[in-house]
């Protein structure tokens, strides 16, 4: 799909603005149109001039790594948002804290904690998105969340002003929380606990070697597609993974989208899949779910972009 120029009515930016730019390239999941208009902020300053000079009717997206999106395939109108490197910086600072920008990967923030001797953020190397989308979605894995050790979060809203708010305040919930959908994070400070480096990088290595035997993480996918019905922790947690393969959707292909057979709860793309393939697979999925039991499955994964007609 190609669009009409909407650059002539974005402010003068000291960032790039591409039109049409292909997204496919950019999230997980191999799929979707293009960006209306893709924008490449050259920092903070000049996202929030950039979002203060923006008339409101033009739609904002943000995309991180895109490792949690699925673009659909008639592209996304307005601007996308893709942060850049003056995003991507992580400190580690006195009191076992590790402050870091929201396009730092969250594998980076694990890494340099433990070089610091920070313990206690090991879990994000076990998350292959940035720091924006694990704050957006509390990003967690193996009894660890986000919310578990943020301390304070600073986004700039739609009208380019920058507030800083502490973890209570961000109203998370498992894989949610309740920020307003137009804010875009642009740092975070995580609490950490004194730790020794090697010890630290043994638990994250044990957490590598766990997630490539059970996930099939070098396929084209976007990780857990449904929430779980219940948070970690319940008793007898129901798993999505399980309401799949109980359904007999493991491996039930859909043009080039199934799920994996390795962990029913992630969606592939074969290399041929449109996003109407995917959506129709975890569609088709959730139907029966719901036939069978009564369970309403809610996507984890955020769906972007506009839908084609087939
Ligand atoms: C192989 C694989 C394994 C995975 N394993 C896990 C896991 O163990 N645990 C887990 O929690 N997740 C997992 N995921 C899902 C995904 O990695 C996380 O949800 C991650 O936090 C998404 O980050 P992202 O940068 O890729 O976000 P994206 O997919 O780009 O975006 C996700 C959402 O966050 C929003 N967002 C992104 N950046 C910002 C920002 N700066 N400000 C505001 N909103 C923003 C987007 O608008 C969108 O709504 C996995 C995914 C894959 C592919």
């Known amino acids: 799909m190609t669009w009409p120029s909407l650059i002539s009515c974005l402010p003068q930016v000291r960032g790039k603005y591409v039109e049409n730019a292909p997204l496919a390239d950019v999230t997980w ?12 902020p050259a920092d903070e300053a000049d996202l929030a001039r950039f979002l203060a000079e923006t008339p409101e009717e033009i739609p ?6 895109g490792s949690n999106t699925l673009v659909r395939d008639g592209g996304v109108p307005g601007v996308t948002v893709r942060l850049t490197a003056p995003f991507g910086r992580v400190t580690a600072e006195d009191g076992a804290r590790v402050r ?3 396009a730092a990967l969250d594998k980076k923030v694990a890494q340099t904690a433990a070089k610091a001797g920070i313990g206690g953020l090991e879990f994000f190397v076990g998350v292959p998105g940035l720091i924006g989308g694990a704050l957006r979605m509390n990003a967690g894995c193996y009894d660890r969340e986000t919310k578990d050790v943020l301390i304070e979060a600073a986004a700039l809203d739609r009208l380019g ?23 875009i994070f642009v740092e975070a400070l995580f609490q950490g606990a004194p730790d020794v480096p090697e010890a630290v990088t043994a638990r994250m290595d044990v957490i590598t070697a766990r997630r490539e035997a059970t996930q099939p993480i070098r396929e084209k996918t976007s990780g857990s597609t449904f ?15 399980k309401l799949i393969d109980a359904a007999g959707w493991r491996g039930k292909r859909i043009g080039g989208a199934r799920f994996s057979e390795m962990h029913a709860n992630f969606l592939i793309n074969d290399g041929t899949a ?25 996507w984890e ?10």
Do not use: F
């Open 29 to 40: 999941l191999r799929v979707g149109g293009p960006a209306q208009v893709l924008y490449l």
């Open 301 to 310: 994964v955020k769906r972007i972009g506009v839908e084609t007609k087939t």
């Open 100 to 102: 870091a920008g929201a």
């Open 227 to 241: 929430r779980n019905p219940d948070p970690p922790g319940t008793p007898d947690q129901r798993k999505a993974w």
């Open 274 to 298: 449109t996003a109407a393939d995917l959506e129709a697979v975890v569609e088709g999925a959730r139907a029966d779910i719901l036939a069978a039991t009564g369970i309403d499955l809610e």
């Open 60 to 65: 904002v997206t943000i995309l991180g790594a």
């Open 161 to 183: 002003r920058r507030i800083v708010v502490k973890a209570d305040e961000l109203g998370y919930a498992y894989r949610h929380s309740e920020a307003p959908d137009d804010w």
